[in-house]
């Protein structure tokens, strides 16, 4: 295992145009996650969960401080080259499936592929091998018409498709009942594991925290940032 | 099933799965492109047909009511002219000019809806029907005496008649075209009744010239002479048979039924060039060309000559080139209204791709969110968007060129069958490429707003679940 950072946040601030003057959305010194390490961002809505994932996964302008994923800071990046590292090296799982409707489970994990270095002839081999992996047994049929497990395994053998460094979970489990929800964690904790990357995983659920390890809340990494600028 | 996904492969499922949109939009673009290019296609083709069909003339003598209907009647076979020349006129003006040709001409007469020229042979061997392409035979001769018949190329395709078929003409204009004006004009026998007491016999077809002639039938001045002094003392006849026992509605009822065998009794034979008298010899117009130097077509004393002819009051006179330049001042500016608005048709269905898309582009925010979690770039989802639209503009530009070339034929059959212009459709590659690349052009512009809407799509909001 490579010992670059998944993901290394330092001194990241970003506040969105139009509020007070150092009214930061999200202010955070130094953050670290380890390959294939796990932690949960716990954080009540309104907190700056979404915005910050949505800084690391490239999709948010930097304003200060710097990200850096895979060892790539996002800031030296165009917006375009950003796009193509957040499909090579970030995986991204949503409280709804966010499955593309009109192609087949294995044409969702092939548009994954599109943005990686897999020569396209090889896509539908690796594709069709994932989904096997994850238990998919009917690959060409439309994901509406699977189960609500089957999509669940769908969207997270799309977002691994490009063997990312980093897995950024956003409330994975929201939509689900506890039952379901317990065994889709599994399913999202396990295949990380198993590629060695690094699992993000937003969630205000309770249940989640004795799933990890490394929990931290996003209130705390502001009130850090804001205690040692008070220094 | 393809190996890997593409751009290609997500434009196409976008546009199959909006199915309907698809089609009504490609449909709209595909009228709007076949409409232009019809337009384009009968306008340089009209133009040319008119300009063919006068050839090698200077001048067209005639007794119709003004220069561009003698044209009309006397080159386009639009109408047979109403009023004859006498032959006097035409010996008076053969020797008083200095004329390289004038040739006598005659219509009145048709054969199934196509109008029969007679003339003499100087028509074939002096007048050129297109300047310098000279009349050329698919088959057999030009007639030689009485009773032959010399087919044009399109009259020989429609009527299927073939050398040595033997045929009877019919007075008057018959067939689909306007004989109700003539009716009241012409005296004598009702229009549109079959001389089948004289049979002429099929003895050439001509090679086609792309001018109105191709859809005539030439036979000599004799024959039509002698059938119409025929028709004359038939009428005299008539007229005094009536008087005796029958009344008038009576006979005209029974007038074409008994027409053969009923004359061939009185006359035998019928009639022959030495019954004609100098009433009977009328032409109704004269192809006239002046001498002219080696290598030119414009003699100086043309417009002396033109000037003296039209002060004989008895006689219209036409200069071709001037009539059909004249007639297309007009006529081109209705052309350019036509493609103008063929233009504003095409950009309204420019506006049709344009909505389809804009409408289709709420529906697929969470695609496009998806795709740019997965990797794709703002420029390449503008990209994908643009090209969705070109390619309907694509598709347009394809299917309209096929309508068009469909559409034409229909329109060249209505122009030939109402208007006697024969147009030989031609679209020049030139012109479809940039009627296509225009439409293309228009797919790409069409798709520029609903392309922007794609690049601004915000990600993080459309991959929320939806309430």
Known sequence: ?231 | MSNSMTDWTIILRSLRARLFSTITTVVTVAVAVALMLVLLMMRDSGRRAFERGSGNMHLLVSADASPLVSILNGIFYANPPRRPIAWSKYQEIAAKFPLDFAVPTQLGDSYQGNPVLATTPEFFTKFQPVPKEPWKLASGKFFDTEWQVVLGARAAATTGLKLGDQIALTHGAGGSRDTGASKDAQPGPAPGHVHSEFKYTVVGILEPTGSAHDRALFTNLNSTWIIHAFDRRERAEHASDSSKDHDHADHDHDHDHDHDHDHKAHHEPPMTLADITDEDRKVTGLYLRLITREGSDSPANLPQIFDMLRRDPTITVAQPNQEITRLFSIVGNIDQILVGMAGVVMASSGIAIMLALYNSMEQRRRQIAVLRVLGASQTRIFGLVLTESALVGVLGAILGLVISLLGVRIVTAIMRDRLGLVIEPLLSPEVAMLVVVATIALGVLAGFIPALMAYRTPVAKNLKPLG
């Not at chain 1, 490009?162 to 994975?172: G, N, Q, T, Y």
């Open chain 1, 1 to 231: 295992m490579s010992t670059t950072l998944a993901l290394h946040i330092r001194s990241l601030k970003f506040q969105y145009p139009g509020t007070a003057d150092k009214q930061w959305t999200v202010n955070i010194l130094d953050f670290k996650l380890a390959p294939a390490e796990q932690t949960l961002l716990t954080g009540g809505s309104g907190s700056g969960k979404s915005t910050l994932l949505q800084l690391v996964a490239g999709l948010l302008d930097i304003q200060q401080g710097s990200i850096e994923v895979a060892g790539v800071s996002l800031a030296s990046l165009s917006r375009a080259k950003r796009d193509l590292h957040r499909g090579r090296t970030t995986g991204m799982i949503f409280q709804t499936f966010n499955l593309l409707h009109g192609f087949s489970a294995c044409e969702n994990v092939m548009a994954a592929l599109m943005f990686s270095s897999i020569p396209p002839s090889q896509h539908r081999a690796t594709a069709l091998q994932l989904l096997a992996q994850l238990g998919i047994d009917k690959p060409d049929s439309d994901p509406d018409r699977l189960s609500v497990g089957q999509q669940q395994r769908v969207a997270v053998a799309r977002a691994i498709a490009c063997k990312p460094a980093l897995i950024l979970a956003d409330e994975p489990t929201a939509s689900l009942d506890p039952e379901n929800a317990g065994g889709a964690m599994d399913l999202i904790q396990q295949t990380c594991r198993s590629i060695g990357a690094a699992l993000l995983c937003v969630s205000h659920d309770p249940a989640m925290a004795s799933r990890f390890e490394r929990r931290i809340s996003l209130r705390d990494l502001n009130a850090q940032a804001t205690q040692e600028a008070a220094r």
